[in-house]
């Protein structure tokens, strides 16, 4: 492709003949016009001026995805710096991402650049090396500002390199330049969507402040449906424009739609239209890359990790790492935080307009659900959930690699990252007809959810399996989703809906056979009388419960039964009972190696002897249930066990220790919004007001 000379203004004297060493005769003005009403990107301006405004040159890499501004943003920084280079700019857009014969060939981008700065064409040699070192020799010395638009690759760019130190060079691509970061030490800023305010701001520029003020639910669907995308936005500002008439919240109503269908967000130029835009850059991918794009709208999101992205394409580890590399250095997704990967929705409704049967969308869809099915069980088991609790997953299918967990930390931490995605993909489990997958999954999270207080998501998770579990005929398992909603139902809905609900679990599980499920719903009936403070209901319940447990051997179960019952002794004064039957309770979980059960029993046995009077004997039991409850991220747990070691430090005349017992207490409980945190804040107002 050939490239005309931009126009030139300063010329100064020509070389006396054409035989001699280019002389420096013109000031190239070359940059285009910059975006009218720019709007945002504060930071981002004031690290390109920390770059290259002042002081020794550079070069900088400006990267993002297609549309994000990144022309916009570095027209508009060198229009705003342009006096600071009194030797002039120079321009050149590389059209590195259309079709590979539109490319700008580094030859015809360094003809034009010499021809700009006032060399004679017969002094510009063929061969690019040589052409190349005549451009560096010409900027030796001058303080020229070199703008690289829209680089395909490092190696297109890097001919066009000035040698000295004083021009500063920046560079857009929607690939990262890599081994230019690498080789010539290029800075890298990688530009990420607009900010919500930022967006406003450009949709107020271009639409005006009252138009776009008078509605703001409006203002805010249409920022929403453009994914903060300033492509999307000025496309979208364009069709408001055009028809001032226009409602915005029309416009808002078929924005919405785009994505499910970009063609909302067209235009009658490619250049500016978003699918086509975005089609250039998907054209470049190799064909391995392209297919993992297009299964990432499988994922329901909101982000992903490598791992995940082995088992959703099937592959190993170490090639899904690299496939996803390329498509950050691709900027088709981005890195939201430390090892997780998402892209906007308007890119996701590409790669679901683009997908194909051959990717085998639904076996995609079933990977990935199973590699968080078994990754939750696996991390599950590291917390010390009992594996009686849960179902156990179906062998997964091929190409799942669960995640590899080293201990509970690990487990935690897998926890709370993948909290938002877990729930998302149980709604795609449901709407796939993978019931017996949504039962498991609920099963494997559901106790990390109370651990930690999520109430609500809890009840979310449990009406997801009943409903799979109603789907699937299944009574078994409707019992155990019916059981679920008991737990909380004592606490939110009061002890009649509670009894409701273990009266369908018992017909249920009696109806079925499951003993197994019987006795958990016996335990949880215990539980909730407890919650209301009625402990002698409590004590029948729980002892009913160790019949059927019993009969099926679950030993784990049993010790938190019995934790129950010493709980119950306990709270009609029967301590010694209590004791009795709390240390049965203890020993077997210290047998089984159920850490979470010893945490909860010591907890129970530390009460009972703060009751006796034996104050300091209940500390050292409290310490050690607080410090394996917090090792194990259960959350409520560690705030009840605060507030009764408050107490015991209280009683030994330990008062500083004991507030602060009482204000750690506290400060867990409210952000659980546990009932428990009224009687923390009413310790602290009696005694330390």
Not at 174 to 191: K, N, V, Y
Not at 209 to 232: G, S
Not at 502 to 517: I, K, S, T, Y
Request: net charge negative; hydrophobic share 45%.
């Amino acid at each position: 492709m050939i490239i005309t000379a931009a126009h030139r203004e300063g010329e100064r004297a020509a070389p006396a003949e054409v035989d001699a060493p280019p002389v420096w005769h013109v000031v190239p003005r070359q940059l285009p016009v910059g975006v009218t009403g720019f709007a945002g990107r504060a930071d981002t301006l004031t690290e390109l001026d920390r770059r290259l405004g002042a002081g020794p040159r550079g070069i900088c890499v400006v990267s993002g995805t297609a549309g994000v501004g990144k022309t916009s943003l570095v027209l508009h920084w060198a229009h705003l710096v342009r006096e600071r280079f009194e030797d002039g700019e120079l321009y050149v857009n590389l059209q590195g991402f259309g079709p590979a014969d539109e490319a700008v060939d580094p030859r015809d981008a360094l003809l034009a650049f010499l021809e700009a700065m006032g060399v004679p064409p017969q002094r510009i040699p063929e061969d690019l090396p040589a052409r190349s070192a005549l451009y560096r020799t010409t900027l030796a010395g001058r303080r020229v500002l070199v703008v690289l638009d829209n680089a395909r690759d490092a190696e297109q760019a890097r001919w066009l390199l000035p040698g000295g130190a004083d021009c500063a060079v920046v560079i857009t691509s929607r690939r990262q330049l890599s081994s230019l970061i690498t080789e010539e030490g290029a800075g890298l800023i990688s530009l990420d969507v607009l900010t919500l305010e930022e967006s406003h701001e450009l949709l107020a520029h271009r639409l005006g402040r009252h138009r776009v003020e008078a509605d703001q639910q409006a203002t805010d669907a249409i920022i929403a449906a453009c994914a903060r995308l300033p492509l999307a936005l000025a496309i979208a500002a364009g069709h408001a424009v055009t028809r001032p008439s226009l409602p915005l919240d029309v416009l808002a109503a078929d924005l919405r739609r785009a994505t499910e269908d970009l063609g909302r967000l067209t235009t009658r130029d490619s250049a500016t239209s978003l699918r086509a835009v975005l089609s250039r850059s998907y054209a470049l991918l190799p064909d391995d890359v392209a297919r993992l794009f297009r299964l990432l709208a499988v994922h329901p999101g909101p982000d992903i990790t490598p791992a995940a992205v082995a088992s959703l394409a099937g592959v190993d580890p170490a090639q899904g790492r690299r496939l996803l590399d390329a498509l950050l250095d691709a900027s088709l997704v981005t890195e939201v935080a430390h090892g997780r990967y998402a892209f906007h929705d308007l890119l996701r409704a590409f790669a679901h307009e683009i997908a194909n049967e051959t990717d085998e969308p639904a076996r995609a869809a079933r990977r990935v659900i199973e590699h968080y099915l078994h990754t939750a069980y696996e991390a599950a088991l590291l917390l010390d959930v009992l594996a009686e609790w849960m179902k156990v997953p179906e062998a997964a299918s091929p190409g799942v690699r669960a995640e590899e967990l080293a201990d509970h930390r690990q487990a935690l931490a897998w926890f709370q990252a993948e909290r938002a995605v877990l729930l998302a993909v149980l709604r795609q489990a449901m709407a796939g007809g993978l019931y017996s997958h949504v039962i498991r999954l609920v099963s494997a999270v559901q106790d990390w959810l109370l651990r930690q207080g999520h109430w609500q998501e809890y009840i979310d998770y449990a009406h997801l399996a009943l409903e799979a579990a109603v789907r699937l005929g299944d009574d078994r398992a409707q019992a155990a989703a019916r059981r679920m909603l008991l737990q909380l139902s004592a606490e939110r809905d009061g002890l009649d809906q509670a009894r409701i609900h273990f009266r369908h679990v018992m017909a249920l599980a009696r109806e079925a056979g499951d003993l197994a499920e019987e006795g958990f719903a016996l335990f949880d009936m215990a539980l909730a009388c407890l919650k209301r403070d009625l402990p002698e209901e409590a004590l029948r319940h729980a002892e009913a419960a160790l019949t059927p447990l019993g009969a099926v051997g679950l030993a784990a179960t049993e010790a938190r039964v019995l934790n129950v019952i010493s709980w119950c002794w306990c709270l009609v004064g029967d301590y010694e009972q209590g004791l009795r039957v709390g240390g049965k309770a203890l020993a077997m979980a210290d047998e089984l190696g159920d850490r979470s059960g010893q945490g909860i029993i010591l907890d129970t046995v530390g009460y009972i002897h703060h009751q006796q009077g034996a104050h300091d004997t209940a500390i050292v039991h409290y310490r050690r249930a607080l410090a394996l409850c917090r090792e194990l991220g259960h959350r409520h747990a560690e705030g009840e066990i605060l507030l009764h070691l408050g107490d015991a430090r209280h009683a030994t005349g330990d008062h500083t220790q004991a507030e602060r017992s009482w204000r750690l207490s506290l400060a867990i409980l409210q952000a659980l919004k546990h009932p428990a945190a009224d009687q923390a804040r009413a310790r602290l107002r009696d005694h330390f007001a």
